[in-house]
């Protein structure tokens, strides 16, 4: 296959950025869309220019390090990861547009990297169960409804990879934050907390610039893991329900 | 960058953009459930002008001896102005946050849409148009400052003057606004429902029905009465 | 070559901390006898943890929340992505919960054998104790693992053991325990107690008379090289898969953090261990980066088979019954399909060896599960490994319901690591090693769902009680940047990357990688001998020389630069894959990873030798391309007794 890329380049986070097209032959269909960006790079490389920065670690969909906007859609035309989408998802001939994610909780660090540190700071404002080291009952101390504990599972599979965000129109990082409090709020572990979790987890992801929830959908179509959209209704009414109890 | 600890800032929960969508969305209600009841008095219209300017009439005085003459009206007056600002204000402020945390307007040189409805994304334009259309009507056909085809005391001349066929832009501007009204109910009430906590996967279909079939209800609903005018279905005796 | 033109033998070491007495009670009384810090002074102390996966973030959150200043640092953009995450199988606990027999004994016994003879008792004994509060402590945090209707958790049988011990979140264990490693550790960070640097490289270790004091990081950012301090620092950086380039790791993992530690005095115990897993997805071609793994269970029903005629190139599902040969069903007929890992891995290689692969290049058997369809039926295959396929089918773009799947083995684990003893305490006072970067647990040889259990014991629970008996004697005397050892640490780190930046040869960094891959891959890999790993010693070396010629890397240090990163890792991969040959060259007895070829029984399986090599090879490095000094320390049987593997 022939392909020509339209990349986004951008030196560091101060500067600005722009469009560069690269034409790049013998690409086999069996190229993970990532190992085709080596193979670019490394003829970049060749030629003294230099290679396209792009986060990436795991390179079988789950660490959630990679990521970037394919033609217009996050994480390209397959809903899996950008480690996972392969070549054979294009056609020879094709221009294929290579952007970062975009938001401004997520700056740019170079090329296609963004920083995600704001999902952390979430996590970091009550995206835990207080369970310090050596403290725990027997693991059978308290049973789980298996119903519960599966869709404890479903929203705990979240890798924070922020094609959610990239893909909202709003920039909204609800999808992630709704997948934490869900995750926890299943289970009787969480229960303690579960009130004033959400309130902090919602100020912080305000704070961080996140746009809000227009209930729209893209971010649950694109995402990788499959995370329920219905999650961000379960935030809601967790968070309605501490306002009403007065955590606010 | 490389040191990610948390920033601590006093905010609360109830300036957050999640209570302020509940707050559009409890707004949203009283506002849905006014339309509709506004629709059901409009279609009094085919009944001929007595039942339409008795209903109307009527209503000056619902609840009465209880409240005063037009005390009913005046505080569904109050309480559907207070809906209408609170609604607005709130969505400037989560439009204001949104494209700030969309980061510029030219965000991406490619955008697909995967997965919103049209109705979605008419949400923010059709909202302005529905705000002007309402200031339009009520200068229309409640204070009838405006008036195309002559005042009247009776409504439902108002009604007829102002739909008459050369006034055909005062019906385009109508059809446009309600068609911008089915619009934002068909997201608004599925919206609305997601955020006030009741969708669930299994539901969501469900919520998504509703929403269908009341915005065509209510948009067919409010046709009716000015097209059938306009086409001369009804009319001044 | 003889060994002696390799290697310099020095003196024997032994573990000192490991208490003596019967086995159950020596985890007692080690942390009876470990001084204790008063909670007061533990504000005064401080601790740099290197690595945030579950060894790591597990550690560092503990620590923390015992009330001690940790400094936590990660090459990630954050602390969640560290390659644990990847593990999809499983984790072991002696819980019994099954009331079939299992015991702490049990684990502890089936850990020892599978290891090969080549673990320490006392280490293996606290792991299976340790195993059961790991599960307690797990479910507290919110780990969903998967439950019955009664609400009580599953289990399931895994790797060829005969309980059921492991516990798993759908095919994501290792995803869902990081998560809440991870999420203690923010919790910390939140509480100010732990100070996170993502996106940080640890490029050397400070060592201040004899103790290691700090490190010298690099911001990979800004490129500004950074010096902490610490009392104390902990090494969880993972293992070293990558050498071989194709593995199953992350692409960023790598030895840098474990081998300037050993640069610096630490020894590296058993570096030839290494874990070929059977199931992965084979290479499709030279541009490939990595590998996939694929889980095990699916042996539990797919049948593995090659043409009988080498190069039999027609369409697998053309090729008769008759002309097909199951190899592992004709060789260990009681085994069958699901003989161990390090069998199944080898049986593979042998056939393709022979010319009878398939697929591209040669190098992949089928697994077959069109018996399987029949006998099951669609759905039901479907509903027990559809997600396994659906990988499959992404990957490959081939439909695995209608032609055999095509699997080749591919590195997996090490075992091996800086040497530590059962304090995890290396040979340099203050660092401390935990996880898949220490050699401590598995031998030679590591069992399903045991590397998890090890990374948690380790960073939740030994440790955090280990450490004190160290932190007791501090806070040690006040360092600052200006410190000569400090100042001489960095000045080693920048003049490295100067002199990689430049080189500005030819050659890129990756193609150099991919080359000592080969290497490792050829010579060091699933079987190995003396013949060919002279051969790669050699070859590394020059490779290596080649590599500080002509290496060719653009940009500059004050940006983010991933193309130095890379260098600087393959640069150390360079220098531990000689290690490795040496090790392995030393070591000439087949036991659990390590197959020499000249060590195996009339029917070609490994023999060990345990009256010459029952013990832990430690290497010190000898200085700058000079002869690695081994000391060895000897392994003693008294609970398990040591016996030969057989799956006949």
């Known amino acids: ?248 | 960058m490389a040191n990610s600890t948390l920033t601590k800032k006093r905010s609360t929960a109830y300036g957050s953009t999640v209570a302020l969508k509940a707050a559009m969305a409890v707004t949203g209600v009283i506002l849905v459930l006014y339309l509709i009841a506004h629709m059901y008095g409009n279609l009094k219209v085919f009944l001929g002008q007595e039942a339409f300017d008795g209903y109307a009439e009527e209503l000056r005085d619902l609840g009465y001896p209880l409240l005063p003459h037009e005390g009913f009206l005046w505080i569904a007056r109050v309480v559907l102005l207070s809906a209408v600002l609170i609604h607005i204000y709130c969505a400037v402020v989560l439009t204001r946050r949104d494209n700030r945390a969309r980061g510029g307007a030219s965000r991406y040189q490619v955008t697909k849409r995967v997965q919103r409805t049209y109705a979605s994304y008419t949400m923010r334009w059709g909202g302005l148009l529905i705000a002007l259309f309402v200031i339009f009507h009520i200068l229309h056909l409640t204070v009838n400052v405006i008036a195309p085809g002559g005042a009247s005391d009776s409504p439902y001349v108002r009604l007829v003057n102002g739909f008459q066929p050369e006034y055909w832009y005062v019906t385009l501007f109508y059809v446009a606004a309600v068609i911008a009204v089915g619009f934002h109910l068909r997201h608004g009430i599925w919206s609305g429902a997601a955020t006030l906590g009741f969708n669930r996967a299994d539901r969501q279909g469900k919520i998504n029905a509703v929403a269908l079939a009341v915005a065509l209800v209510v948009t067919v609903g409010f046709l009716l009465p000015p097209l059938a005018v306009t086409f001369g279905l009804v009319s001044n005796v | 070559m003889s060994d002696n033109d390799l290697y310099i033998e020095g003196a024997p070491i032994r573990d000192e901390k490991a208490p003596e007495g019967p086995i159950n009670e020596r985890w007692d009384k080690r942390r009876f006898s470990a001084k204790l810090v008063n909670p007061a002074n533990r504000r005064k102390l401080s601790v740099i943890v290197v690595g945030t996966g579950l060894a790591g973030a597990s550690a560092a959150a503990t620590l923390g929340e015992a009330g001690y200043n940790v400094t936590s640092f990660c090459y990630q953009d954050s602390p969640r992505r560290a390659h644990s995450i990847a593990a999809q199988g499983g984790i072991n606990a002696a819980k019994n919960y099954r009331n079939d027999g299992d015991s702490i004994h049990r684990l502890f016994y089936d850990t020892v054998k599978g290891g090969d003879f080549r673990s320490r008792e006392s280490n293996v004994y606290r792991l299976a104790q340790t195993s059961v509060e790991i599960i307690d402590q797990c479910v507290a945090q919110g780990v969903p693992f998967a439950r019955e209707y009664g609400g009580l958790l599953d289990n399931r049988s895994f790797g060829g053991v005969q309980v059921s011990r492991t516990f798993y979140a759908r095919g994501q264990t290792g995803q869902q325990l990081l998560i809440g490693a991870y999420q203690a550790l923010e919790r910390q960070v939140a509480a100010g107690s732990v100070t996170m640097n993502t996106r940080h490289e640890m490029l050397e270790v400070i060592v201040v008379d004899g103790k290691a004091r700090g490190i010298i990081a690099r911001d990979m950012v800004t490129g500004e090289i950074e010096t902490h301090f610490a009392d104390a620092v902990v090494l969880a950086t993972g293992g070293y898969g990558n050498v071989f380039f194709l593995s199953t790791n992350a692409m960023g993992c790598n030895v840098t953090a474990a081998w300037r530690a050993h640069r610096k005095g630490a020894l590296f115990a058993n570096p030839c261990y290494t874990q070929i897993h059977p199931t992965c997805i084979p290479v499709s071609g030279e541009y490939q980066s990595k590998l996939t793994l694929m889980s095990e269970s699916l042996r539990n029903d797919g049948r593995i088979w090659v043409p009988k005629k080498t190069g039999d190139d027609r369409d697998p599902r053309q090729i008769p019954e008759e002309e097909r040969d199951y190899y592992l069903e004709r060789i260990y007929p009681s085994f069958g399909n699901l003989v161990p890992r390090d069998i199944a891995s080898r049986a593979a290689k042998n056939v393709c060896d022979e010319g009878r692969g398939v697929g591209p290049g040669g190098l992949g058997v089928y697994l077959d599960f069109a018996d399987a369809i029949t006998r099951m039926g669609r759905a039901a295959v479907e509903a027990k490994y559809g997600n396994l396929f659906d990988m499959y089918q992404r990957i490959t773009g081939e439909n695995p319901y209608e032609v055999p799947m095509r699997i080749y083995p591919a590195v997996h684990y090490t075992m091996g690591g800086l040497w530590v003893d059962y304090d995890l305490q290396s040979t340099i006072p203050g660092l401390f090693v935990t996880g898949e970067a220490n050699f401590s647990d598995h031998g030679a040889n590591r069992l399903g769902a045991s590397a998890l259990m090890q990374g948690l014991a380790d960073g939740y629970f030994v440790l955090p009680n280990t450490i004190n008996d160290y932190l007791a004697a501090g806070p040690f005397e006040s360092i600052d940047e200006s410190h000569p050892d400090a100042v001489a640490a960095k000045e080693q780190v920048t003049s490295r990357i100067e002199k990689l930046l430049s080189v500005n040869g030819s050659r890129t960094v990756d193609s150099f990688h991919k080359e000592l891959g080969h290497i490792m891959w050829d010579y060091c890999g699933m079987e190995r001998n003396e013949e060919g790993l002279t051969k790669a010693i050699e070859r590394i070396r020059e490779l290596r020389a080649e590599f500080w010629r002509d290496v060719k890397v653009l940009g500059t240090n004050d940006e983010l630069n991933q193309a130095l990163e890379k260098a600087g890792r393959v640069a150390d991969f360079l220098e531990l894959g000689e290690l490795m040959c040496v090790d392995a060259l030393h070591r000439r007895e087949s036991c659990g990873g390590h197959f020499r070829s000249e060590s195996q029984t009339e029917d070609g399986e490994a023999l060990r030798h345990d009256d010459e090599f029952a013990y832990v090879a430690a290497w010190e490095f000898g200085g700058e391309n000079e002869k690695p000094v081994l000391h060895k320390e000897a392994l003693e049987y008294e609970y398990v007794e040591m016996k030969q593997r057989s799956y006949k």
């Open chain 1, 1 to 248: 296959m022939n392909i020509t890329l339209r990349v986004w380049r951008q030196k560091g986070p101060g500067d600005e950025g722009r469009m560069v097209n690269y034409e790049l032959s013998d690409v086999s269909p069996d190229m993970s869309f990532l190992e085709m960006l080596d193979v670019l790079n490394e003829k970049l490389t060749l030629q003294d220019e230099d290679p396209i920065a792009f986060d990436h670690d795991c390179r079988e969909g789950i660490c959630g390090a990679c990521g970037v906007v394919i033609d217009g859609e996050a994480h390209g035309p397959e809903v899996t990861t950008t480690c996972q989408l392969h070549m054979r998802s294009f056609e020879d001939g094709d221009t294929i547009t290579v952007e970062p994610w975009r938001a401004k909780a997520f700056p740019v660090v170079k090329d296609l990297v963004v920083d995600r540190g704001a999902f952390d700071r979430i996590i970091q404002a009550g995206g835990y169960i207080s369970a310090p080291t050596g403290t725990a009952p027997d693991a059978h101390a308290t049973p789980v409804p298996k119903a519960d504990a599966d869709r404890a599972f479903d929203a705990a599979t979240c890798i924070g990879c922020g094609a959610c965000v990239a893909a909202c129109p709003n920039a909204s990082g609800m999808l992630f934050t709704a997948a934490k409090v869900t995750h926890l709020g299943m289970l009787p572990q969480g229960q303690p907390e579960r009130a004033t979790r959400v309130v902090k987890m919602v100020n912080q992801h305000d704070e961080e610039d996140f746009g809000g929830c227009t209930n729209i959908g893209e971010c649950a179509a694109v995402c990788p893991k499959g995370i329920p959209l219905d999650t961000i209704s379960q935030l809601n009414r967790d968070l309605l329900g501490s306002l009403s109890k007065g955590v606010g």
